[in-house]
């Protein structure tokens, strides 16, 4: 099956610590995404990554950091500086950036972390 | 600003009815607009995309519609089911940007 796959589907973490979200997408798309969703507002952009090697914060990457070693994989650690990230967190990936008329981006399933 | 509005914040309806959500969009430029379907705990499922030239698209149920001169675009369902109890995303492609509105959680009762 193609598609994009988010792990764990939930997550806890206690205060201080670092957790790593997993994203693994077999769609052959170059383009990827984080978002952060929060009751009552819109998809917030944390990281997204046009190509391998390459990555881009988004509106609210403060606390956040990514990697794009493969272009299967885009990996989000929660680090300790991020100081509410309990939230539904959604990867996303797309055949290239946003600039294409048809460009559509496909989700991933989320995953909820809550901080204890 | 670039920003997405969707209206109403939530709606509850009986099944079988019709109703119409609202996204008012001041993206510029436009390149894109499109319609997702999320399920409570789950990842948006693209329902509708539509560019500057067209006006109405359908899947199945669901008709979408746009206007880019007073740039509002509704999303139409008809003879609503319970699985069409979700929330639905409006979301605008501007210059190499995705502007995501809050969306509209439908709630469908039997």
């Known amino acids: 099956d193609g598609g994009i796959t988010q792990s764990p589907k939930y997550l806890f973490r206690k205060e201080g610590q670092n957790v790593t979200l997993s994203c693994e997408q077999n769609?052959?798309?170059?383009?990827m995404y984080w978002y952060r969703q929060d009751p009552g507002q819109g998809l917030r952009l944390i990281y997204y990554?046009?190509?391998?090697?390459?990555?881009q914060k988004g509106d609210i990457a403060e606390g956040y950091s990514v990697s794009r070693e493969k272009k299967e994989s885009f990996p989000l650690t929660v680090t300790s500086a991020q100081k509410n990230p309990t939230a539904f967190y959604l990867c996303?990936?797309?055949?290239?950036?946003?600039?294409?008329?048809?460009?559509?981006?496909?989700f991933g399933p989320g995953t909820r972390l809550t901080v204890l | 600003k670039n920003q997405v509005e969707q209206s109403p914040q939530s709606l509850i309806i009986l099944e079988g009815k019709n109703c119409t959500l609202q996204?008012?969009?001041?993206?510029?430029?436009?390149?894109?607009l499109r319609w997702y379907k999320q399920d409570t705990g789950r990842g948006p499922v693209s329902l509708t995309i539509?560019?500057?030239?067209?006006n109405t698209k359908s899947n199945g149920r669901y008709t979408a519609t746009l206007d880019a001169d007073t740039k509002q675009s509704s999303l139409h369902i008809t003879a609503s089911q319970l699985s069409d109890s979700a929330s639905y995303i409006c979301?605008?492609?501007?210059?190499?940007?995705?502007?995501f509105g809050t969306g509209t959680r439908l709630k469908v009762l039997a």
């Open positions: 539509m560019t500057f030239s067209e």
């Open positions: 979301v605008v492609t501007g210059t190499y940007k995705y502007i």
């Open positions: 990554s046009q190509i391998v090697n390459d990555f």
């Open positions: 769609l052959n798309h170059d383009a």
């Open positions: 996303a990936s797309s055949i290239s950036g946003p600039g294409g008329s048809y460009n559509e981006q496909f």
């Open positions: 996204c008012n969009y001041t993206v510029s430029p436009f390149s894109n």
